[in-house]
């Protein structure tokens, strides 16, 4: 029986409330002790001075509690990750932001999960900072015990927040990619899923804790050019694993990455005020990016993707054609006040019932709230 934890907590601001994230996981090692688990936590000052230790924000002499350094440059936290990982000896690994926490009891309740369906990971409850729990992934009503990658719509979970089996991680390669501003744990997390062994989700458990408390200079909050954006989806496409994946499953990632990470960036684009001195939110080599890698994608799916909605695959069509500002969001005002029907039907009637499309979720979804699916204790103070 597995018998270590380590949950890594990266760190590049000593501002961050980490002090709270490693309380979250000390207060749960008498528990874990309790079944014979060492409970540990290794936080990564990421490009800190180690003179940074002393910063009030970084509690001392706590047992259980490693503080190392990693310095590579890059605003990014798949580099000091990615160093744990290559240090770790626990059987369990378990990734924190820092301006994070873990809800009372969550560690026991998945690793129970883990160990019960020898499970490669684990996925946590995801509650976010308005202390919803995250419908996601689109986990069948039935609350199935071992996840499938297509019928549970394991895409729609790109953060592997949870419990991670470290001999499953090393078995897969596993590693965040490095050297990109964002987007790093998108294929990682992709290639869990869909590769690594069961994959579970441990209903009724508590909850992995996001917050709202990282501040305005988080990196993923910038607007930068689609091409830096998308430096991770330019990574994925060119991923062996998922060239050789069956169009089933290329099918399901492609309309993902169009429906979330694509249209997420052509509403931002559109929403933004323009700033004076900065690059323009969308020109003609915006546009002319979007259509190459739009169609990059669709090539990826085979060619189409029957489950997409009408009025997301008109504003896909629409972003390729407009060369200025205003007619993207002219398109985007088309998107939004497109109607239900073309939300929920596709293109092609006869697939607005397949696997992925909206209609299709949004009639699973209402099972999956009667079975509970997403049920969670109370929020932690």
Known sequence: MSRSIEVVIPVHDPARPVARGIASVLDQRPAMANHGVELRVTVVLHNLSPDSLSHPGF????????????????ASPAGPRNYALGRSSADYLSFLDSDDYLEPGSLLSWWQVA???????????????????????????????????????????SVPYGLLRRESLQALGFGYTEGILTGEDIEPTLRLWFRSGAVCYPYGAPAYRQTDDSGA???????????????????????????????????????????????????????????????????????????SVAGRVLALAGGSIPSISRRDSALIGAAGSAGELRQLRAAVADYRGSGRWAELLTPRLQDSLTRDSTLRHYLSERLRARTGVFRAPPAAP
């Not at 060119?238 to 509403?267: C, F, M, N, Y």
């Open 59 to 74: 509690p001392s002499g706590l047992a259980g509690v490693t503080y190392l350094t990693h310095a590579d440059g890059v």
């Open 115 to 157: 160990e019960k369906q020898s499970a490669a990971a684990v996925i946590a409850p995801l509650r976010n900072p308005s202390g919803t729990i995250l419908a996601a992934p689109r986990i069948r009503p039935s609350k199935p015990r071992i996840l499938h990658p297509l019928r549970d719509g394991l895409a729609y979970r």
């Open 217 to 291: 200079g988080r990196v993923t909050s910038a607007i930068r050019p689609l091409g830096q954006e998308f430096a991770w989806l330019e990574r994925l496409l060119d991923t062996d694993w998922l060239r050789q994946a069956s169009t089933p499953e290329r099918r399901a990632i492609a309309h993902k990455v169009l429906r979330v990470h694509g249209i997420g960036a052509l509403l931002r684009r559109a929403d933004a005020p323009e700033s004076p001195g900065r690059a323009p939110l969308w020109d003609p080599e915006e546009s002319l990016y979007w259509r």
